[in-house]
């Protein structure tokens, strides 16, 4: 396992959903399919290893948390 390459990656989605929230708000349907299909290629390219679905999930209860925080600012 490349923990380099993996952590490298990670950033660079970070770096990439900042760039794509530009594009799309973080509560738009647009957003989530990327999002979530980039974060799916990843763990595919790592084999499904059960550590780095650790990271990613963490990453993706993050942004559902930023995401929950929106919609209740918006009430």
Same mark, same amino acid.
């Given at each position: 396992?490349?923990? @380099? *390459?993996? !952590?490298?990656?990670?950033?660079?989605?970070?770096?990439?959903? =900042?760039?794509?929230?530009?594009?799309?708000?973080?509560?738009?349907?647009?957003?989530?399919?990327? !999002?979530?299909? %980039?974060?799916?290629?990843? *763990? @595919?390219?790592? =084999?499904?290893?059960?550590?780095?679905? +650790? !990271?990613? =999930?963490?990453?993706?209860? !993050?942004?559902?948390? =930023?995401?929950?925080?929106?919609? +209740? %600012?918006?009430?």
């Amino acid at each position: 396992m490349n923990w @380099k *390459a993996f !952590f490298e990656e990670l950033q660079q989605l970070m770096n990439d959903s =900042n760039d794509k929230m530009t594009q799309y708000p973080l509560v738009s349907e647009e957003y989530w399919v990327w !999002f979530i299909n %980039e974060v799916g290629l990843i *763990a @595919k390219k790592y =084999n499904d290893h059960p550590l780095v679905w +650790n !990271f990613l =999930n963490s990453l993706v209860d !993050f942004q559902n948390d =930023n995401y929950k925080q929106v919609v +209740n %600012e918006g009430r």
